[in-house]
């Protein structure tokens, strides 16, 4: 019931921007200077409004429909910018999402939100080598941010290889996440993985100093035989 009255009260909302609209069309000769470019800035106001309220309803399709249309406005273009952004994102529409994050982080490179979104799509998208060049970059400029270094170190150690790859930054990493954050629910996690690649590392190469050793015994037997 509570969505259908907010479908009802966005319905209000649409009539209503028409009404003024075509209310200005009948009557322009009549407006005050400078009042017809007011009316039309509010009709694009209004369109960020709906799309705002389809963003709480989770209905992010219709609202980049009407972030489109608020988008018209130059003066708003860029707030509005951003929220269509952040609807693609959160619709994992991140081929979308991807190139317009990027434009705002080229407009404001110092955004450290930016970044750690860009991060987080790039992971969606598998280049976790350029998220993990974020989350790298982020945690110059704040070590102890522990969100920062769980996702970090969650890049720098997907495989065995990966893990083997970047042991160090690993290993620096995690000892900043146990030292600062003892009680953080994910180190015991990060600790028991690498375990686990150093065990499975310790197996492999017991197996290949066996067979190393085996065909050796084996090559001496031969030449002993002959």
């Known amino acids: 019931m509570k969505r259908l009255k907010k479908?009802?009260?966005?319905?209000?909302?649409?009539?209503?921007?028409?009404?003024?609209?075509?209310n200005f069309s009948c009557s322009s000769t009549?407006?005050?200077?400078?009042?017809?470019?007011?009316?039309?800035?509010?009709?694009?106001?209004?369109y960020s409004n709906i799309g705002d309220s389809y963003f709480k309803l989770e209905d992010y399709t219709?609202?980049?429909?009407?972030?489109?249309?608020?988008?018209?406005?130059?003066?708003?273009?860029?707030?509005?910018?951003?929220?269509?952004?952040?609807?693609?994102?959160?619709?994992?529409?991140?081929?979308?999402?991807?190139?317009?994050?990027?434009?705002?982080?080229?407009?404001?490179?110092?955004?450290?939100?930016l970044k750690a979104s860009l991060a987080y799509i790039y992971i969606q998208q598998g280049q976790l080598k350029k998220a993990g060049?974020?989350?790298?970059?982020?945690?110059?400029?704040?070590?102890?941010?522990?969100?920062?270094l769980e996702n970090y170190l969650a890049i720098l150690m997907p495989d065995s290889k990966s893990y083997f790859n970047n042991k160090e930054k690993i290993e620096?990493?995690?000892?900043?996440?146990?030292?600062?954050?003892?009680?953080?629910k994910n180190a015991e996690s990060f600790q028991n993985k690498i375990e686990e690649y150093e065990k499975a590392e310790e197996e492999r190469l017991e197996k290949e100093n066996n067979k190393e050793s085996?065909?050796?015994?084996?090559?001496?037997?031969?030449?002993?035989?002959e």
């Open 30 to 46: 009549s407006i005050v200077p400078g009042q017809q470019k007011v009316v039309i800035d509010n009709i694009y106001v209004e």
């Open 62 to 113: 219709n609202a980049v429909k009407y972030y489109k249309m608020a988008m018209q406005n130059r003066k708003i273009y860029w707030a509005v910018y951003y929220k269509m952004a952040k609807a693609y994102a959160y619709s994992s529409n991140w081929n979308e999402a991807l190139p317009m994050y990027e434009t705002m982080l080229k407009r404001d490179p110092e955004n450290n939100s």
């Open 172 to 184: 620096e990493s995690l000892e900043n996440l146990k030292s600062n954050f003892p009680n953080n």
């Open 7 to 22: 479908i009802k009260l966005l319905g209000i909302a649409i009539v209503f921007i028409s009404f003024n609209f075509l």
């Open 214 to 225: 085996k065909e050796s015994a084996e090559s001496s037997d031969s030449k002993e035989s």
């Open 133 to 148: 060049d974020y989350y790298s970059s982020l945690l110059e400029i704040d070590p102890l941010n522990e969100k920062y």
